[in-house]
C-alpha cells in the first residue's frame, strides 16, 4: 500500500487513515472549531488525561492587548502537578510500566543503554536524590551543558521532579556563550560531561565549562558525567563525578515528587531574538506539559507500538518537547541517538532505523538535503519498510527535499508532517495531522487545535487597522490570535521584553516573527524569518550577536551581518566588516575574525562570508541599511530597491565590487 498523489496532494493510504486517530478533514474541522471556541473545557479535558495532585481552579486568564495593561497568560491556575511524575510515576501499574521508555544509541556502536519506564524511574529518582544531597530546592536553576548522552533526559526529569528549573546550552556552544546563561539565570549547579563525542571526534566540555565558570559566582557545585573519562582540569570541592555521587550508599531509589503549582517553571530556555543578547523562554508546568502532551501523541499519530526516533539534539526546544517531554508523557519509546546522520559512513540514519525498526523519524530540512546529497544508493541499501510517518521541523523545507524525503525515505508510503513553531510556542502550532488531510509539499498546512493563525498586512500604517488580514497567496506576517497553553510566559528577569517583542506590533495578538501565506484551500506555507534572525540548518542565531561578537575584536571598527541563501543549510552567515583606521585588511585576518566569532558563540554561528568593506551603507540619520546588506548577500545586486537616501552612494559601489 503506498499514499495516493493526485492534483499534487499527498493522501495517506487508507489503512493509515483507518487507524489514525483524527482519521477526516470533518473530524479535525469539528474538534478544532470546538478548541478555539470554547478553549477552556477544550484544554481541561486534554489536561485531565494526565495526572493532577489538585484540580485547577480557572483554567484560563489571560490579556494579549497592550491597550488594557500587562500582557501575560495563565493556564491551570491552582492546580498542582509535576512533570516528571507524569511521565515516570503515571506509567507503573500499567502496560507502560515494563515497556522501553528511552532506547540510547552511541556514537560508538557498542555504546547502547536501554531503559524501561521502571527503570528509568529508578534513575530519574537516584539522580534526583543526588540533587538534594547538594542542597538544592525548589527554584533553584540548574544549567545543563552537555551532548547527546543518556544521562541528558535523565537530569531534566531529575530537575523537574524536584521543582528545580533547567536551563540546557547546547553543547556546541562556546564558553562564552554558556558563561552568558549561566549568569542570567544565576544557577546554583552545573551539569556537564567530561568530554563529548561527536562525528569521530572528542570535545572538551569540561573545560570550556570551567572557563565559563570562572565569571559564575552563582555556581555551587559541578556534577560531571563520565563520558571519555578524561578530564583536563578539576576543582577539588566544586566538581564531582556523577557516577560516584549516585552510587552512593545513602542515594536511594525513590525520591518523592515536589507539587508544582501549574504556572511554577518547569525551564528556562536561551534562545536569539532580533536584536541583543539571547532571551531567556520561561516555559511553566501545566500549560506546557498539556501542550506538547497532546501535540505529540496527535501530530504523530502515536500508536502503542511506535518507536520513535527524533533526530534533534536536545539542546534545542524540539528536543526538550520532542525528544524527553513529550514522547514519555505519552508512554511512547523514544530513541536517542549521540553522533551525527553522516557518521561513519552517509547511511548512518538509515542503517539505526533499519536495525532498530524505527516507526517514526522526525528531523529538519537541513539534515535531509546533506543526506539526499550523498546520493540515493545510501537508503537504497537499507530496509526501511519499519517507517510509517515522517516529519521535519526548523526550517522551511524546499519542495525538491520534502519531495526526496517521501521517495528515498519514506518509499512513497509515509506521511510527512511539516511542523512550524518556535522555541517560544513550546509546542507544534501549525502542521497536517496525518490521518486528517493530503499534505502538499512546502506546505505545513493547517492550525493545531485551539491555535488562531492571522495572516497579517505588514503595510498598514492607521494603528487601529492593524492586523489587516492579507488575500490568500499574498505573504504577510503571521501572528497568533488567541492564547495557548504552550506559549512561554516572559522572558526570564524581563518581561518588558517579551511583551515588546511580541505583543507590540499587531496590538491583540503574538508576532511570529514569521513570513507566511496561506493558499485558497486554507494550507499555510513558512516563508521563513522577517526580522534579524538568521536560520542556519533550523538554527536560531540574530545578526545583533553576532555583530557583537565582531566589535569586540580590537581590530574592528565596525560589523552588520546578514543571511545569504545555502543549498543545504538553508541559510549562512554574511558579515560586513569595517577595519580600525590603519589596519590591514589580510586573509589571516578574515580567518581570524571567523574564529573569533566561533569562539564568542559556537561553531553555528560561525560565517561563512567575510568581506571587508571601507564603510557600511547608512542612512543620513545614521541607520545602517540592513536591506541593502541583504540584497548583496543574496547576490541581488540589480535589485537594490530605493537608495535614495543613502549617505554616500559610493559605499555601494564599493561593497558590490567586492562582494565575497
Ligand atoms: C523556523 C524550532 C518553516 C521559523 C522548533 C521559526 C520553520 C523558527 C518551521 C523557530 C517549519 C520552524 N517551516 N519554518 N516547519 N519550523 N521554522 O525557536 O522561522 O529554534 O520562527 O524553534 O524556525 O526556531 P526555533
Given amino acids: 500500500m503506498g499514499m495516493i498523489e493526485k492534483d499534487s496532494k499527498f493522501y495517506p493510504d487508507k489503512t493509515f487513515v483507518e487507524t489514525s486517530q483524527i482519521n477526516s ?32 481552579h480557572t483554567i484560563l486568564k489571560y ?86 548522552v ?62 565559563a565558570l570562572l565569571k559564575c559566582p552563582s555556581v555551587e557545585h559541578v556534577i560531571v558525567v563520565k563520558r571519555t573519562g578524561h578530564v583536563s582540569s578539576w576543582k577539588e570541592g566544586r566538581d564531582v563525578w556523577l557516577d560516584e555521587e549516585i552510587n552512593s550508599p545513602d542515594i536511594g531509589d525513590f525520591c518523592e515528587c515536589e507539587h508544582m503549582e501549574a504556572e511554577d517553571t518547569l525551564f528556562i530556555l536561551y534562545t536569539s531574538g532580533s536584536t541583543g543578547k539571547p532571551k531567556g523562554q520561561v516555559h511553566t508546568t501545566g500549560g506546557y506539559m498539556t501542550y506538547v502532551y497532546l501535540t505529540q501523541k496527535l501530530v504523530f499519530d502515536l500508536r502503542k507500538e511506535s518507536f520513535y526516533w527524533c533526530m534533534a539534539d536536545i539542546g534545542w526546544i524540539t528536543g526538550h518537547s520532542y525528544i524527553v517531554y513529550g514522547p514519555l508523557l505519552n508512554g511512547t519509546t523514544t530513541f536517542m541517538y549521540e553522533g551525527t546522520p553522516l557518521y561513519p559512513a552517509p547511511d548512518r540514519a538509515w542503517e539505526l532505523i533499519e536495525r ?23 537508503p537504497a541499501k537499507r530496509d526501511l519498510s519499519s517507517l510509517k510517518l515522517l516529519g521535519t521541523v526548523g526550517e522551511p523545507i524546499n519542495p525538491e527535499a520534502w519531495m ?29 495531522l496525518p490521518g486528517a488531510a493530503p499534505t502538499k509539499p512546502g ?37 497568533i490570535e488567541k492564547p495557548w497553553p504552550g506559549l512561554s510566559r516572559t522572558i526570564y528577569g524581563d518581561h518588558a521584553r517579551w511583551e515588546q517583542t511580541y505583543f507590540y506590533q499587531y496590538p491583540g495578538m503574538y508576532f511570529t516573527g514569521d513570513g507566511c501565506y496561506m493558499d485558497a484551500e486554507g494550507y499555510h506555507f513558512l516563508q521563513g524569518r522577517v526580522d534579524d534572525v538568521i536560520n542556519i ?87 545602517i541599511m540592513r536591506r541593502i546588506l541583504r540584497k548583496i548577500a543574496e547576490n541581488k545586486t540589480d535589485d537594490l530597491g530605493d537608495v535614495s537616501t543613502l549617505e554616500d552612494a559610493d559605499v555601494i559601489r564599493d561593497l558590490i565590487q567586492n562582494r565575497s
Fill in 25 to 56: 478533514l470533518e473530524m479535525y474541522r469539528t474538534m478544532y472549531e470546538r478548541s478555539v471556541n470554547e478553549p477552556e473545557s477544550f484544554w481541561k479535558e486534554v489536561a485531565e488525561e494526565l495526572v493532577w495532585f489538585k484540580k485547577p
Fill in 63 to 148: 490579556n494579549f492587548d497592550n491597550r488594557n495593561g500587562r500582557i501575560f497568560h495563565e493556564w491551570f491556575r491552582g492546580g498542582y502537578t509535576n512533570m516528571s511524575y507524569n511521565c515516570l510515576d503515571r506509567h507503573m501499574g500499567t502496560e507502560n510500566e515494563n515497556k522501553r521508555a528511552l532506547v540510547w544509541q552511541g556514537e560508538p556502536d557498542e555504546d547502547t543503554r536501554e531503559f524501561t519506564y521502571r527503570e528509568l524511574l529508578t534513575e530519574v529518582c537516584r539522580f534526583s536524590n543526588v540533587l538534594k544531597k547538594k542542597g538544592l530546592k525548589k527554584g533553584d536553576r540548574v544549567t545543563l551543558y552537555m551532548p547527546m
Fill in 150 to 211: 543518556w544521562q541528558l533526559p535523565v537530569a531534566m526529569l531529575a530537575c523537574a521532579r524536584l521543582g528545580l528549573p533547567h536551563s540546557i546550552v547546547f553543547g556546541g556552544f562556546s564558553s562564552e556563550a554558556l558563561m552568558h546563561r549561566i549568569q542570567e539565570s544565576e544557577s546554583k549547579l552545573l551539569i556537564t560531561v567530561d568530554e563529548s563525542i561527536r562525528g569521530g571526534k572528542t570535545f572538551d566540555l569540561k573545560s570550556n565549562a570551567d572557563q
Fill in 356 to 378: 532498530y525498526k524505527i516507526t517514526i523519524c522526525y528531523t529538519a530540512p537541513t539534515a535531509i538535503r546533506a543526506l539526499s546529497r550523498q546520493g540515493e544508493s545510501w
Fill in 404 to 432: 526526496w524525503y517521501y521517495e528515498n525515505v519514506g518509499r512513497r508510503s509515509c506521511p510527512i508532517v511539516d511542523t512550524w513553531w518556535q522555541t517560544e510556542t513550546g509546542g507544534i502550532m501549525i502542521s497536517p
Fill in 443 to 479: 506546505s505545513a498546512q493547517f492550525p493545531f487545535f485551539g491555535i488562531v493563525p492571522r495572516v497579517c498586512d505588514p503595510g498598514v500604517e492607521d494603528f487601529e487597522k492593524q492586523g489587516e488580514k492579507m488575500k490568500p497567496g499574498e505573504t504577510g506576517h503571521l501572528c
Fill in 537 to 623: 540548518s533550523g538554527h536560531r542565531i540574530s545578526t545583533a550577536e553576532v555583530e557583537s561578537a565582531l566589535v569586540l575584536h580590537k581590530d574592528v571598527a565596525e560589523a552588520a551581518a546578514a543571511a545569504k541563501p545555502d543549498e543545504i543549510k538553508g541559510q549562512s552567515i554574511y558579515v560586513f566588516v569595517t577595519l580600525k583606521l590603519g589596519v590591514e585588511p589580510t586573509e589571516a585576518l578574515k580567518k581570524e575574525l571567523i574564529d573569533h566569532v566561533r569562539k564568542e558563540i559556537g561553531a553555528i554561528a560561525s560565517p561563512d562570508t567575510l568581506q571587508f568593506a571601507i564603510s557600511l551603507p547608512k542612512t543620513r540619520s545614521g541607520k
